[in-house]
Every structure is written in structure tokens, then in C-alpha cells.
């Protein structure tokens, strides 16, 4: 019987049994991703990465993913849903602290949506402070670290960035293509200057609910970026464990 690691499915008897002394949670958005990507895709991404990895490694428990994200600068977009900054910074400290609470002292959180970035640095710099004992480590943008962990020529438009752009729509297609649209896909990669981020809301840079390329996505390229990032967060924990998750001073 495959191990049971996902909170929802586990029963307190699977807790007990499973010897779980460290989580990992999902941090999603439930937002327009274009014509051809569920409104699910942010936390349906994130999540799988979560159960992926967490079945990989010993002890390792996946939360509740947090479904709603910080959403406003793509409401233009049907059918989107926001939480607010202050609130899912709020949700974040609540789960993390409840966590810390139930003995769980060692957090890997991965992100699926750029809106989360600032409500998840506040939430866990803020707990880091409140108990410093507690190991917390966040995967903030898979979309930037893929471009990293695969080969340049990976991607044929804009290194496969974008929102249900190449890339996403490709991770997404691959794991779910029964949510997928794909003979809708429509993107198009916006006129950003370099220099100085500008805060944009997201119909300032696309009509599509999309940017990007996602004609280009496949599911090849979907289970390679998976896969890759998958290694790459298990070979972290990996690492954090025959290190005693010690790193700084205490590494020495
Ligand atoms: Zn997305």
C-alpha cells in the first residue's frame, strides 16, 4: 500500500504510524489562467509538487494546500478570487503556527503564484522571529527556478515564462490534462522595459488572461519540469537531513 502522506486522506492512526516530523504545504490561487487552464492551476501545481515530493522522503507530511491567493491584480479576469494581502498573510501565520503547535517544527513551503511572494515572506519571517527554533524554507517562484534546473533551448518562447504561459501551461497540461483546453490556448509576451519591476495589473499586459506562449506547451516539457523540480526540492530535504537541518553557525 503506497504510504499515506497528504493530511486530508490520514487518519490519526496513519499519523501515528507514519513518524512524520516534518511538512510541506502548497500555496495556490484560484484565478483566470487564460482561455485554456483551470482556475485551479496555481494550487493544483503547487500541491502536486508537495505530494510528489513528500512521497519521496521519510516523514515528510503534505497540508491542506491553501487555495485562495493574493489575486487582485489579475481580477480583471473572470473568474478570479482574491484573498487580500493582509488576509492571506494572516491564513499563512495561522497554518504555519498551528503546525509549529502540533509538534511539526520543520516546513517546506512551495508557492504557485507570484501574488503570494509578499504575504509569504511577512508570514514566515514573522513566525522565523516568533519561534527560531523552527526550520522554515520557501520555493517562491518554481517558474523562475525551472529556467534554472533545465537547459536553455528547454523553452522556445521567452524561457517559458508567463502566466498560463509555455511553461505553466506545459506542468499543467502534463498533470491534468483533463482540465486542460489546449485548442484554446492564446498568449502573448508583453512589453516589459528592463530595469526597475513595474507593478502591473494584468490586463495592462495581455487581453487573454494569458502571457506567454502556450501554444508552444507540451506535456514532454511539462513532465520535465516536474521532474526536475521535484529532484530539486527532495535533494534539498535530503540534504537538510544529513546536515541535522543545521546551516549557518550551527553548520559549522
Ligand atoms: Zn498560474
Known sequence: MKKKVYHHEMTFSDFKEGGFNKAIIGV?????HGFHLPFGSDTLVS?????????????MMVLPPVNYGMSRHYDNFQFTLSLEFETITAVLRDVLTSTIRQGITRIIIINGHDGNIAPIEMATRSIKNAHPHVFLASLDAWWEKMGELLPPETFEVWGGLGHAGEGESSIVHYLYPQFTRMENARGVVPELPEGPQIKWRFNELTPYGATGDPTK??????????EVLVDYVVSFVRSMEEKGWNYGLSAR
Request: charged share 30%; aromatic share 4%.
Open 28 to 32: 495556490g490561487s484560484a484565478e483566470n
Open 47 to 59: 500541491h502536486a509538487l508537495a505530494m510528489e515530493v513528500a512521497s519521496r522522503v521519510d516523514g
Open 217 to 226: 506547451a507540451s506535456k514532454e516539457k511539462g513532465k520535465k519540469m516536474f
